[in-house]
């Protein structure tokens, strides 16, 4: 059976309050790493319902990179994104998420669905250091492929 060809090699579920992903993610892993990656600001068809460019986006994705933020955390469309893709995992449509701690999330932000993800999964977290930059990148890319 041949391998299934996706549209994306990750779908990135994120705030666009955190101006880290298109900054700093999105030519990391587009230029120096060459994946295809699915963001909504650029990649969601205009016109459609939100909902629908989710669902058509996780389902043609190899995989699903989660960006946790306290913005991430507040925001309902980020929490459906990530409760869909979670969906996906456990009916064995997708690899496991990829998860960015991007900052530690303050306690009122947490919902019992992020509490439980960050408890099950094994998360890269974000450093300003130089010293670890390198590192950081190298995890995360090497959990995308």
């Known amino acids: 059976m ?3 060809q996706y549209l994306y090699d990750v779908f990135v579920s994120y705030s666009a309050e955190d101006v880290w992903v298109l900054d700093d ?15 909504h600001e650029r990649d969601f068809q205009a016109g459609r319902l939100i909902i629908d460019n ?4 996780i389902e043609n994705s190899r995989r699903v990179l989660v960006i946790l933020s306290n913005n991430f955390a507040r925001s309902e469309w980020c929490q459906f ?4 893709a979670q969906k996906h995992v456990l009916n064995r449509a997708m690899e496991p ?3 960015v701690l991007l900052e530690d999330i303050d306690s009122e932000n947490m919902s019992n669905s ?3 993800l960050l408890k099950t999964t094994t998360y890269i977290t974000w450093y300003e250091d130089a010293e670890y930059i390198h590192l950081f990148w190298d995890r995360l890319k090497n959990s995308l492929m």
């Open 114 to 116: 992020l509490h439980a």
């Open 2 to 4: 041949a391998e299934r």
């Open 54 to 57: 989710i669902v058509e986006s």
């Open 97 to 99: 998420l990829s998860v």
């Open 81 to 84: 994104e990530m409760t869909l």
């Open 25 to 39: 993610l999105v030519p990391q892993l587009e230029g120096n790493d060459r994946l295809k990656l699915c963001v």
